[in-house]
């Protein structure tokens, strides 16, 4: 199945990416190698995330760990191909808006 970031998820993984280059110096590629894996594992095999409810949304929103980095992956299945939303620190006490 085809991946597409929207405009917010292709922003947030560059910014994280940046991030994890500047400050992990021992592993700087190892978000992007990471998330290169996750979304390969999800266009694979859609329904390997969690379902993710959020109040008000009742879309089929789904996340995923990528428990390296701690980030969860949120997607949903958009007729034939797999639309990730944001990608977002799992460490942080809530969700992102979406």
């Known amino acids: 199945?085809?991946?597409?970031?929207?405009?917010r998820a292709?922003?947030?993984a560059q910014r994280?990416?940046?991030?994890?280059?500047?400050?992990r110096r021992k592993a700087p590629?190892?978000?992007?190698?990471?998330?290169?894996?996750?979304l390969v594992s999800i266009a694979a095999m859609p329904t390997l995330g969690t379902l993710y409810e959020q109040e008000g949304r009742d879309v089929g929103?789904?996340?995923?760990?990528?428990?390296?980095?701690?980030?969860?992956?949120?997607?949903?299945?958009?007729?034939?191909e797999v639309v990730v939303i944001a990608i977002w620190g799992a460490r942080k006490e809530r969700g992102p808006k979406l």
């Open 1 to 7: 199945m085809k991946v597409r970031l929207a405009p």
């Open 10 to 12: 292709l922003a947030d």
């Open 16 to 23: 994280l990416k940046g991030w994890w280059v500047r400050h």
């Open 29 to 38: 590629d190892l978000f992007e190698q990471e998330l290169d894996g996750a």
């Open 61 to 80: 929103m789904r996340r995923f760990l990528m428990r390296k980095t701690g980030h969860h992956i949120y997607y949903a299945v958009v007729a034939s």
